[in-house]
């Protein structure tokens, strides 16, 4: 009993850096005080990246699920913006805003091959990752995903994204548009990579959505929805 109550009362007064170190001290069997073992706080971390996936990954994969999302919406690469400008100057608004839209349907697309690899990059969390993790910025669960996620996701997300485009007739409306845009006298002629723009694009959108919910979950605890998720964060609130 008098064990359990000293490591009460470091929790309640040591320093970020402190913690940590309290917390790798412990056996690795169990995280004393609060009764968590290390699969606990594995698998909390993991509860939390899987409700960010489920929760708003998810979201992405509906229609207009980036086209009337503000947050991850795709625009018009830099060098293309000038394109749309001289459209919609020229009362082409419509065909400017089809331009846009076909953008992010290939993205929508293409985020329904993400789950599986963040499915797998989440089970190999280990404990001295979830440590880092749970101690870390308020994106430490997003920055691990993205670090084990961003090449393969890069490689599944490029091919759909370029199939999208052809399927949605995104190459005939580009072609059209940059066609259109190249014909205005004194403009500089356009040509540009979409596909590897909008794949880029895409990867940030669906890393922003998963970092949303990791802060709601560190930030609220209304948004710790389960035992485990209250049990694993409130070491996190401890700091």
Same mark, same amino acid.
């Given at each position: 009993?008098?064990?359990?109550?000293?490591?009460?009362?470091?929790?309640?007064?040591?320093?970020?850096?402190?913690?940590?170190?309290?917390?790798?001290?412990?056996?690795?069997?169990?995280?004393?005080?609060?009764?968590?073992?290390?699969?606990?706080?594995?698998? !909390?971390?993991?509860? /939390? $990246?899987?409700?960010?996936?489920?929760?708003?990954?998810? &979201?992405?994969?509906? +229609?207009? #699920?980036?086209?009337?999302?503000?947050?991850?919406?795709?625009?018009?690469?830099?060098?293309?913006?000038?394109?749309?400008?001289?459209?919609?100057?020229?009362?082409?608004?419509?065909?400017?805003?089809?331009?846009?839209?076909?953008?992010?349907?290939?993205?929508?697309?293409?985020?329904?091959?993400?789950?599986?690899?963040?499915?797998?990059?989440?089970?190999?969390?280990?404990?001295?990752?979830?440590?880092?993790?749970?101690?870390?910025?308020?994106?430490?669960?997003?920055?691990?995903?993205?670090? !084990?996620?961003?090449? /393969? $996701?890069?490689?599944?997300?490029?091919?759909?994204?370029? &199939?999208?485009?052809? +399927?949605? #007739?995104?190459?005939?409306?580009?072609?059209?548009?940059?066609?259109?845009?190249?014909?205005?006298?004194?403009?500089?002629?356009?040509?540009?990579?979409?596909?590897?723009?909008?794949?880029?694009?895409?990867?940030?959108?669906?890393?922003?959505?998963?970092?949303?919910?990791?802060?709601?979950?560190?930030?609220?605890?209304?948004?710790?929805?389960?035992?485990?998720?209250?049990?694993?964060?409130?070491?996190?609130?401890?700091?």
């Amino acid at each position: 009993m008098n064990r359990i109550f000293i490591v009460l009362v470091i929790f309640q007064l040591v320093s970020c850096a402190e913690l940590q170190q309290v917390i790798e001290s412990l056996p690795q069997e169990t995280t004393g005080a609060i009764g968590l073992s290390n699969v606990d706080i594995g698998n !909390g971390l993991r509860q /939390a $990246l899987d409700k960010g996936i489920d929760k708003q990954v998810t &979201k992405l994969t509906q +229609k207009d #699920g980036f086209f009337r999302n503000e947050l991850v919406k795709i625009v018009l690469p830099e060098e293309l913006r000038k394109v749309d400008k001289a459209l919609r100057d020229i009362g082409l608004n419509n065909l400017a805003d089809e331009g846009l839209k076909v953008l992010n349907r290939a993205a929508e697309d293409a985020v329904k091959e993400a789950t599986p690899i963040f499915v797998n990059a989440v089970k190999q969390i280990t404990f001295n990752d979830a440590k880092q993790i749970l101690l870390g910025d308020q994106n430490a669960a997003t920055q691990y995903l993205q670090k !084990g996620t961003n090449t /393969a $996701l890069y490689g599944k997300f490029n091919p759909v994204i370029d &199939k999208s485009l052809s +399927k949605v #007739g995104a190459d005939r409306v580009w072609t059209n548009i940059i066609k259109k845009y190249n014909a205005i006298p004194f403009t500089k002629k356009v040509n540009a990579d979409l596909t590897d723009y909008v794949t880029g694009e895409a990867l940030k959108g669906v890393y922003k959505m998963i970092a949303i919910e990791e802060v709601e979950i560190r930030t609220k605890l209304s948004s710790r929805t389960t035992d485990l998720l209250r049990k694993v964060f409130a070491l996190q609130d401890r700091k």
